[in-house]
């Protein structure tokens, strides 16, 4: 039976006190807690979800760090609303910083680590990337950084081990290109480098080549291992037991050897002299880093780029996945409506029913992210999710955020959508309205190819900005084919570009602009697009998105005073099309549902 905690003690403080008091045993000033594991990935095991254990932040993002005397968490506008709620009592300060990566960490750090302090933070989770700018920092201001310290190994008694569900094959057809041709791709890479090997440490790039998927992380299809490629072998480090042999056997027809999970750092130690190790510094850890002895060449993962440009079979799969994906949520929607009103149904609810509703459909998986099913207020947090303990029952009237998506063998899917529950005033259908003008001018662009995606991210702003509006997040992340549901390297936002950002023909996007009242509600609707080619002319080739997603958009949200005459066009095709894609799918409650709510937008 767990140990009662005293009235009025917050359950973070005595996880602040265990971690202080390490500190001063390791004669540390501050440890610094980033959201990762030895992959640098977005969602994490639980074994590597320290700062969620030490903070009560639940946020997917954000940066911990905790001194002697004070404790600090860095995030983005997507989960301040959140981080309050979560951190009161806590006693650790929300810092607000404007986006995921902004380094406002770093600059707190600089400016208040005396000469002489020790930043400690655990090398095995920090980016090579990033510990090259933090160190940098924490030299100029006299601070040095230690990097061989896991203290949540002290000071976290019930540490969850370290998954070990099975691994598997994705099989074709959906498996559309060998892991031999793509090893062959990816060794092409490499020889333009010079590099005689390449460590890949990213679990989604690893998944896409060797084409298999696992369940180590919560609604991404991948697991936990280090690929080391050389010219005529690879070696794949990965948990004891979690490939059934056959696997093996046939991992091994392609000249893939399997070996444990904790060998792939001396395996880095033992390269030869000669050796000349591709790395990608944004993708490798520093420890990782640390333990080659080899020459290096840093650039990025070619797998990154590969798994970006989804081929044309991949695409065939991904239309078939939406067209199924549309038909689930005809059958929820129709559902919702009906019942709204007659049953008690809370936000939980929604989740429990869109999950039933696409587990009927041909190749659903699972998940891709957790329901996000947001009424009133509670729509205004991006990242909002309804737990057991705090949620909203739809009553009333209000606006109802539904940000959701599914797995499938041949694509991942990610819809966001509002729906009008009961009656909306004015000011709601304004703003349903300027968000939807964004949605379809981004989704109407043409370009040329090898513009840099953050480019394009103001062409959905700019309806928002003419009326002083903005929202916090980026407009559009990449997404991968029955991989993570975030994918690089293109993002629409108002990164920094780089050159990995091009658009190329066969990359998935989101377009998903946004406008949030703290409080009142919020707004977001999601397309996924495709970039297919556009007529081309004397100044190159162009692209443009062909819209995946199908489902309804419901105009009862909208305006349509102010919406144009080429936008209320834009919304009938798409509508048209959504119709004519699903009607073979549907049948009863949800065919009905799906020709009202794909009438023509007519006045009213």
Same mark, same amino acid.
């Not at 301040?80 to 009592?89: I, K, P, T």
């Given at each position: 039976?767990?140990?009662?905690?005293?009235?009025?003690?917050?359950?973070?403080?005595?996880?602040?006190?265990?971690?202080?008091?390490?500190?001063?045993?390791?004669?540390?000033?501050?440890?610094?807690?980033?959201?990762?594991?030895?992959?640098?990935?977005? &969602?994490?095991?639980?074994?590597?979800?320290?700062?969620?254990?030490?903070?009560?932040?639940?946020?997917?993002?954000?940066?911990?760090?905790?001194?002697?005397?004070?404790?600090?968490?860095?995030?983005?506008?997507?989960?301040?609303?959140?981080?309050?709620?979560?951190?009161?009592?806590?006693?650790?300060?929300?810092?607000?910083?404007?986006?995921?990566?902004?380094?406002?960490?770093?600059?707190?750090?600089?400016?208040?680590?005396?000469?002489?302090?020790?930043?400690?933070?655990?090398?095995?989770?920090?980016?090579?990337?990033?510990?090259?700018?933090?160190?940098?920092?924490?030299?100029?201001?006299?601070?040095? =950084?230690?990097?061989? #310290?896991?203290?949540?190994?002290?000071?976290?008694?019930?540490?969850?081990?370290?998954?070990?569900?099975?691994?598997?094959?994705?099989? /074709?057809?959906?498996?559309?290109?060998?892991?031999?041709?793509?090893?062959?791709?990816?060794?092409?890479?490499?020889?333009?480098?010079?590099?005689?090997?390449?460590?890949?440490?990213?679990?989604?790039?690893?998944?896409?080549?060797?084409?298999?998927?696992?369940?180590?992380?919560?609604?991404?299809?991948?697991?936990?291992?280090?690929?080391?490629?050389?010219?005529?072998?690879?070696?794949?480090?990965?948990?004891?037991?979690?490939?059934?042999?056959?696997?093996?056997?046939?991992?091994?027809?392609?000249?893939?050897?399997?070996?444990?999970?904790?060998?792939?750092?001396?395996?880095?130690?033992?390269?030869?002299?000669?050796?000349?190790?591709?790395?990608?510094?944004?993708?490798?850890?520093?420890?990782?880093?640390?333990?080659?002895?080899?020459?290096?060449?840093?650039?990025?993962?070619?797998?990154?780029?590969?798994?970006?440009?989804?081929?044309?079979?991949?695409?065939?799969?991904?239309?078939?996945?939406?067209?199924?994906?549309?038909?689930?949520?005809?059958?929820?929607?129709?559902?919702?409506?009906?019942?709204?009103?007659?049953?008690?149904?809370?936000?939980?609810?929604?989740?429990?029913?869109?999950?039933?509703?696409?587990?009927?459909?041909?190749? &659903?998986?699972?998940?891709?992210?957790?329901?996000?099913?947001?009424?009133?207020?509670?729509?205004?947090?991006?990242?909002?999710?309804?737990?057991?303990?705090?949620?909203?029952?739809?009553?009333?009237?209000?606006?109802?955020?539904?940000?959701?998506?599914?797995? &499938?063998?041949?694509?991942?899917?990610?819809?966001?959508?509002?729906?009008?529950?009961?009656?909306?005033?004015?000011?709601?259908?304004?703003? !349903?309205?300027?968000?939807?003008?964004?949605?379809?001018?981004?989704?109407?662009?043409?370009?040329?190819?090898?513009? #840099?995606?953050?480019?394009?991210?103001?062409?959905?702003?700019?309806?928002?900005?003419?009326?002083?509006?903005?929202?916090?997040?980026?407009?559009?992340?990449?997404?991968? +084919?029955?991989?993570?549901?975030?994918?690089?390297?293109?993002?629409?936002?108002?990164?920094? /570009?780089?050159?990995?950002?091009?658009?190329?023909?066969?990359?998935?996007?989101?377009?998903?602009?946004?406008? &949030?009242?703290?409080?009142?509600?919020?707004?977001?609707?999601?397309?996924?697009?495709?970039?297919?080619?556009?007529?081309?002319?004397?100044?190159?080739?162009?692209?443009?998105?062909?819209?995946?997603?199908?489902?309804?958009?419901?105009?009862? !949200?909208?305006?349509?005073?102010?919406?144009?005459?080429?936008?209320?066009?834009?919304?009938?095709? +798409?509508?048209?099309?959504?119709?004519?894609?699903?009607?073979?799918?549907?049948?009863?409650?949800?065919?009905?549902?799906? =020709?009202?709510?794909?009438?023509?937008?007519?006045?009213?």
């Amino acid at each position: 039976m767990p140990t009662a905690q005293p009235t009025g003690v917050h359950p973070v403080s005595e996880r602040l006190e265990r971690a202080r008091a390490a500190l001063d045993r390791h004669g540390v000033f501050a440890l610094l807690v980033p959201s990762s594991d030895p992959h640098l990935s977005e &969602y994490l095991p639980e074994h590597w979800q320290g700062r969620e254990w030490l903070s009560g932040f639940t946020g997917s993002m954000g940066t911990l760090v905790v001194t002697r005397d004070c404790a600090a968490l860095f995030a983005d506008s997507r989960y301040w609303v959140q981080a309050e709620a979560e951190l009161s009592g806590s006693g650790i300060e929300l810092v607000k910083i404007a986006s995921g990566t902004s380094p406002g960490h770093v600059d707190w750090l600089a400016a208040n680590a005396a000469q002489g302090a020790v930043v400690a933070v655990d090398g095995d989770v920090l980016g090579l990337a990033a510990a090259k700018h933090l160190e940098s920092a924490l030299t100029r201001a006299g601070a040095t =950084l230690r990097t061989d #310290l896991d203290l949540f190994n002290e000071v976290w008694p019930e540490r969850p081990t370290l998954p070990t569900k099975p691994i598997f094959e994705h099989l /074709p057809p959906h498996a559309a290109e060998p892991r031999a041709t793509k090893l062959a791709r990816v060794r092409a890479a490499m020889a333009e480098r010079g590099a005689s090997h390449h460590f890949v440490s990213t679990v989604d790039d690893i998944a896409w080549i060797f084409n298999l998927r696992g369940s180590d992380v919560a609604y991404n299809p991948v697991f936990l291992a280090h690929a080391l490629i050389e010219a005529d072998k690879v070696t794949l480090f990965v948990g004891a037991g979690k490939i059934p042999a056959a696997l093996v056997e046939a991992l091994a027809r392609d000249r893939v050897a399997v070996a444990p999970y904790g060998e792939a750092r001396s395996a880095l130690g033992a390269l030869p002299a000669n050796a000349l190790l591709l790395i990608d510094p944004r993708r490798v850890t520093l420890g990782l880093r640390q333990a080659a002895t080899a020459r290096t060449v840093e650039a990025i993962n070619p797998s990154t780029l590969f798994k970006s440009r989804k081929s044309d079979a991949q695409a065939a799969h991904i239309r078939e996945a939406m067209a199924e994906d549309g038909a689930a949520m005809a059958e929820f929607y129709a559902w919702f409506e009906a019942a709204l009103g007659k049953e008690r149904i809370t936000e939980l609810d929604v989740h429990t029913h869109i999950t039933a509703a696409r587990a009927r459909r041909r190749g &659903y998986v699972g998940p891709s992210f957790a329901t996000i099913a947001g009424f009133r207020g509670n729509g205004a947090m991006p990242h909002y999710r309804a737990t057991e303990a705090s949620h909203a029952v739809i009553e009333g009237d209000g606006l109802l955020l539904i940000d959701s998506g599914g797995q &499938y063998a041949g694509g991942t899917t990610d819809i966001t959508r509002v729906w009008p529950i009961g009656r909306l005033n004015d000011e709601v259908k304004r703003d !349903c309205t300027w968000v939807l003008k964004g949605t379809i001018n981004l989704s109407r662009a043409r370009f040329p190819r090898g513009t #840099l995606s953050p480019m394009l991210d103001a062409l959905a702003r700019a309806p928002l900005w003419a009326q002083g509006l903005d929202y916090g997040h980026g407009t559009g992340h990449g997404v991968g +084919y029955f991989l993570n549901v975030h994918e690089g390297p293109q993002s629409i936002s108002k990164a920094v /570009p780089d050159a990995h950002m091009a658009m190329e023909p066969g990359m998935v996007t989101s377009v998903e602009p946004g406008l &949030y009242r703290p409080g009142k509600w919020g707004v977001r609707i999601e397309n996924l697009v495709l970039n297919v080619p556009a007529p081309a002319s004397e100044f190159g080739e162009f692209l443009e998105f062909e819209t995946l997603t199908l489902c309804p958009i419901d105009t009862r !949200c909208l305006e349509r005073a102010l919406l144009s005459e080429d936008e209320v066009g834009w919304l009938d095709r +798409y509508h048209a099309t959504v119709r004519e894609r699903l009607l073979p799918r549907v049948t009863g409650a949800a065919r009905d549902w799906l =020709l009202l709510r794909t009438e023509p937008f007519e006045p009213r």
